[in-house]
């Protein structure tokens, strides 16, 4: 059984910058679109990223452009959101992903990490 698990989040002030990292087995994530998922609280889980790092092609969704930014270490099997100028609207329970694609306008994933709550809060 392959699994996504492993995700660090935290609490940060406006403006602040956190970063979340996800340790994964199971997967030679170069083989993959991997990304990040979140949920606040009332809303409906969104789409944050989906990058396929063995081709280029990157997804992030407009709230985040220019503020947030995948990484992932294939030696460690790990993958990383840096957020910086955080805004209290990125509050929310943040999900690592696997094998992540588009249908339309919505974002899916396969395989799905344990959630970690990010709060960002004066």
């Known amino acids: 059984l392959m699994s996504a698990a492993g995700v660090w989040g935290g609490l940060v002030h406006p403006g602040g910058s956190l970063r979340l990292s996800c340790a994964t087995s199971?997967?030679?994530?170069?083989?993959?679109?991997i990304g990040w998922f979140r949920q606040a609280p009332g809303k409906e889980r969104e789409g944050v990223s989906c990058?396929?790092?063995?081709?280029?092609?990157?997804y992030y969704t407009d709230s985040v452009k220019g503020r947030f930014t995948m990484s992932r270490d294939v030696t460690k099997n790990t993958l990383s959101l840096q957020m910086n100028n955080l805004k209290p609207e990125d509050t929310a329970v943040y999900y690592c992903?696997?094998?992540?694609?588009?249908?339309?306008?919505?974002?899916?994933?396969?395989?799905w990490g344990k959630g970690t709550q990010v709060t960002v809060s004066s």
């Open positions: 199971g997967f030679t994530l170069d083989d993959y679109a």
């Open positions: 992903v696997v094998d992540c694609w588009t249908i339309g306008s919505k974002r899916w994933a396969n395989y």
């Open positions: 990058v396929r790092f063995s081709t280029g092609d990157t």
